[in-house]
């Protein structure tokens, strides 16, 4: 009883997802998940314990999750199982194949928890954070494999996948980053000296860049999508300015 006694401090900190560990995770899985494998997978990993470390001290404060939060437990406890199995040569890589499909489209629900790691009086910052983040592992990406291939690629025609070798993820991740520098456009264009030039030229060389991104992937897809969303804020925008005056 007097070790468990002594333990508990110990836990306690582990388990607070709250901390800067948690966090750093969190961050380190944004910057790596459209750039490198390894460190994104790390981040991941570290996230969700910490996730888990975090409803788990909810439990003992007397705490009861909803249904998401049993959802995505459950769904952790089997990959994190299934993992382990995989590794450890015990099972084949398709373990228990009729449900992996199925399986796969719940992972999914397991980033649900990580929305514990984000007190919330201050989660729209750390939302912005988070995707300036995986723009700016993106963007390094591109760059990484621009210097590779040379930047005449851009303009061979072929249909590019960029450093993710695929081109219709890369152009579904650009025009994502594309709504989201026009939606942000205030925060990177209105900023008070001595960042407002910086900024503005980052902020227009990096939407220059997606733009490519998006043409060289030749995604028919993401350029539909990207033209009903434009449409769909500018008579939003209309709408507002109608009803303004």
């Not at 194949?97 to 397991?110: A, F, R």
């Not at 930047?151 to 579904?172: A, D, K, M, T, Y």
């Not at 009903?228 to 804020?233: H, I, K, L, P, T």
Request: aromatic share 10%; with cysteine; net charge positive.
């Amino acid at each position: 009883m007097s070790a468990m006694n002594r333990l508990r401090p110990a836990l306690a900190v582990i388990f607070d997802a709250h901390g800067r560990w948690g966090r750093a995770a969190l961050g380190l899985f944004a910057l790596a998940s459209l750039w490198l494998t390894a460190p994104a997978n790390l981040g991941l990993g570290l996230a969700l314990l910490a996730a888990g470390g975090a409803l788990f001290a909810g439990w003992r404060r007397g705490g009861r999750p909803d249904a998401v939060g049993f959802a995505t437990l459950a769904l952790l406890v089997w990959l994190v199982l299934r993992y382990g199995l995989q590794r450890a040569g015990i099972a084949e890589p398709e373990l228990v194949k009729p449900q992996s499909g199925w399986l796969d489209w719940m992972t999914p629900l397991v980033f649900a928890t990580l929305a514990v790691l984000i007190p919330p009086g201050c989660r729209l910052p750390w939302l912005r954070r988070l995707w300036a983040l995986a723009l700016l592992g993106c963007t390094l990406g591109v760059i990484g494999f621009l210097i590779g291939r040379g930047p005449l690629v851009l303009w061979s025609g072929e249909r590019l996948g960029f450093h993710l070798n695929r081109p219709l993820g890369i152009g579904l991740y650009a025009g994502v980053f594309v709504v989201g520098l026009v939606a942000a456009r205030q925060q990177w264009w209105s900023l008070a000296p001595p960042w407002r030039w910086p900024l503005r030229i980052g902020g227009l060389m990096l939407l220059a860049l997606h733009l490519q991104v998006l043409a060289s992937a030749q995604n028919r897809t993401t350029w539909l999508a990207l033209l009903v969303v434009a449409a769909g804020a500018g008579l939003a925008g209309l709408w507002r300015r109608r009803k303004a005056a």
